[in-house]
């Protein structure tokens, strides 16, 4: 019997907890501006202060905008073969972010701009060893 | 500052050209140039180059180089710019610059460019830390998703249609017809438009800028000089580069600050064209055409709103009235604009001063904007660049 494992798309964007899917990041111990991903300083030409604390984001916002791609990206992306469309959504996140992500939804036809989504951990694209890699996603909440 | 005229302008058709070297194609536009102009080789003082990133150059962007080995050493000074797809017209405003200051009465300003096949990944970095190869491997965004996403929002908000998005497209090819350095030069039907490929689902294919190869160049001088060689030169009244503001609400890399109302914009390319309508002395309604930077149907819409050349939510009434062909009342891509002639990245800028050129000299044929006397250009590119220019007669 063999077991497919998750395998995160990169170390150190995303993690579940008993509480939801989050996103990692930092937050400006100065202004408050938030990054994703993490941010050794804050960015902000506005803001006086450049040190910055972990901080993590999600999983409620609110979907901005999206779009179903129909065809297959360039390298470096990876999907499955034969290329399936998926939906990539923009979210604005309650604490100032506006993130970028595919969407999980059978029916892209059901989005709506303006739409409470929330934050999870799903397979994008298998890998050579059989596992699945995951990313964060956003779907209807 | 001294007043700084363009006084040649030469362009290599646009298109797939399999057989031709981008040093072949930027001769024809420099040589074309130099003869608009009345002047020789040897008379160019300086080059500007728009440096780029899918050609020649000798992989070092080195593009300006290339033109001056081909056109004949004579120890001229060569300014390579980079600036993605607002390569040219960075390369513009370093020549406008450099005249200006006084340093050079007569500099050559060129891009050309020979794209790959298909959709480009935009950044050249596989690393980790480069925010674009992050968003490629843990999300996947081909190009055109970005356009659509934008678009979509503006879909939510001011209720445009995707007939009214089809109808931009039928209205650049249009006027492509006329213009024999077009790619394309075919008439579209709105039907034709929305029966072609979704690529990034609001946009069809026929709604987004293809690659193309193509090369357009200028020849800039000193007032003094211009009135040695010709009796009514076009005037650069201004030009301006400028980068985006921390919090514009366009999405780039993973994550960007929200604004709280929801809004996005284009800061780099406001900032550059404010900086132009300030320079000049310009106000949005005095401009008789612009060219802007067409990757999609959507920019036709969202630009003269942001830029004050019409109201918020106007474009699309604009454009069902015939107002933004070359004889309407907003002349917009009076050239067909890059939906017909795709996007040769670093040679947009250029492109854009040699149909200014024209349609201010009255030498555009078919597709003349009547009486013009003031042209807007404005290009956008990777790493937030944008570049805006403001020509008159
Ligand atoms: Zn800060």
Redesign the interface.
Known sequence: MTTTKRVP??EG?FEETAGGAR?L?SRCATCN?????KSPVC????CNGSAVEDASFGPLGKL????????????????DEPYEP?T?G?V??PE???????MSTDN?NSL???MNVELVIER?HGDDDGNDVV??MFRPA | MRDVAVIGVGMHPWGKFPDSSITQMCRQAVEAALEDAGAEWPDVQAVSAGSSRFSGGKGWGLNGNDVVEDMGPTGVPVYNLSAGCAAGGNAFDIGHMLVSSGMYNMVLVVGGEKMPKGMIQLSGVDEETDPEYLRQIAVGMPGPAFWALLCRRRMAEHGTTEEQLADIAVKAHQISVHNQNARFRKEFTQEDVLNSALVSDPLHLYEICPVSDGAAAAILCSAEEARKRTTDPIWVAASAVATAQFDDGIPRGLASPAPADGHAYHSEALLAVESCYEKAGVSPKDVDLVELQDNTVYYELAFPEEWGLCEPGEAESLLERGETLPTGKLPINPSGGFLCFGEATTAMGMFQVCELTWQLRGQAGARQVPDAKIGLGQTLGLGSNASAVILKR
């Open positions: 798309v990169t964007l996103l990041g501006s938030t990054y994703f991903p960015h902000n030409p506005k901005w905008s999206y779009s179903v791609q129909h065809y297959a990206p360039p390298p470096p992306a990876k999907f998926y990539l923009l604005d996140l100032g972010l506006r993130v970028l992500g595919r892209p709506e701009v303006g994008i990313s964060w």
